[in-house]
């Protein structure tokens, strides 16, 4: 069983930047491929990001390549998520998400085991 708290999420003007982070509770985090994901009111979750167990491999959603920045510290249990030039529609609430199950930075949603609480982010224009 692994618990995810994310964090970080907030109000930020059109351009800015905001850092997510999520804490896993994982004994044995590196075991897990990472992942970010969003959700938007009356939309699906859409994937954004994720890191591969090592940490050596990252995957992004064309829609924030070269803007978002996925990262992860195994001796801290962490996984981050940079978030620069932000736009009004990346306004979402971000989830934090592990995966057991798959290798190789898996994207769709049901792929993940594990999933935080969320956190919101709102980008005014």
């Known amino acids: 069983q692994v618990q995810l708290v994310e964090s970080g999420g907030g109000l930020v003007q059109a351009g800015g930047s905001l850092r997510l982070s999520c804490t896993a509770s994982?004994?044995?985090?590196?075991?897990?491929?990472m992942g970010w994901f969003r959700q938007a009111p009356g939309k699906e979750r859409e994937f954004v990001a994720a890191?591969?167990?090592?940490?050596?491999?990252?995957s992004h959603a064309d829609s924030v390549r070269g803007r978002f920045s996925i990262s992860r510290d195994n001796a801290k249990n962490m996984v981050y998520l940079q978030m620069n030039s932000l736009k009004s529609e990346d306004t979402a609430v971000y989830y934090c998400?592990?995966?057991?199950?798959?290798?190789?930075?898996?994207?769709?949603?049901?792929?993940?085991?594990?999933w935080g609480q969320g956190t919101q982010v709102t980008v005014s224009s």
């Open positions: 998400a592990a995966s057991s199950r798959f290798t190789g930075l898996p994207r769709p949603p049901t792929y993940y085991d594990y």
């Open positions: 890191v591969s167990r090592s940490g050596g491999s990252a």
């Open positions: 994982a004994r044995t985090f590196s075991i897990y491929d």
